[in-house]
């Protein structure tokens, strides 16, 4: 009975996709310095960087600062070769979902906005820039990346270079190969024939 628990433990296991992580972190919230709009025809770009082994970006979390009762609906996220363009790697419009808010001395809400049904982005190692623009709120209002003087370079496209924002790259590196169906198939028939040999000696 145990040998066959131990057969189960290792066939799941071996089924298991790598779970999602944090790709890259500008650090921390700030929430009380100051805020970049990014609607209203303003866009806010910030350098991540990904492992040299490459990786799948499947979501971007970052911290807004709202007005009280605002919520941000989606905004478009692009990553680029360079700030507000260049190569091209993805280019879509990400849903958001609120939470964690608290209200700073300003009267805005600090919120952390994360993404859903991201499109994955297969990228290679290197630095490349993160994009925010054309942000809907549900109100209408402006909306604001907090700024938090992170280690990225940043720009703002009707200012130039500004400090960089509280955000999250999140996803999966490329650190190993992930099994085919079939290996899987040969590993589990090779295991349960184990298990027949050794029930045959043990019982």
């Known amino acids: 009975m145990r040998i066959r628990i131990a057969l189960i433990a290792v066939l799941a296991l071996a089924v298991i996709p790598a779970a999602a992580q944090t790709l890259y972190s500008n650090g921390p919230v700030n929430g009380t310095t100051d805020g970049w709009t990014i609607n209203f025809g303003f866009v806010v770009s910030d350098t991540f960087t990904v492992g040299s082994g490459g990786g799948t970006v499947t979501g971007v979390d970052f911290y807004a600062w709202t007005f009280p009762g605002d919520v941000l609906e989606n905004a478009e996220v692009a990553i680029t070769s360079s700030e507000f363009g260049g ?17 700073n001395q300003y009267g805005y809400n600090v919120c952390l906005e994360s993404s859903s049904g991201m499109t994955p982005v297969s990228l290679s190692g290197g630095t490349y820039w993160l994009n925010l623009e054309n942000a809907v709120v549900n109100d209408g209002d402006p909306i604001f990346w907090d700024e938090n003087s992170g280690a990225s370079t940043a720009s703002e496209n009707s200012v130039g270079t500004i400090p960089s924002e509280a955000f ?36």
């Open 168 to 203: 999250t790259v999140n996803g999966t590196p490329n650190t190993g190969t992930t099994p085919e169906p079939s290996s899987i198939l040969l590993l589990g028939s090779g295991a349960l024939g184990l298990a027949g040999i050794l029930r045959r000696k043990l019982f």
């Open 87 to 103: 190569t091209t790697y993805s280019d879509q419009v990400v849903n958001f979902s609120q939470s964690a808010c608290s209200a």
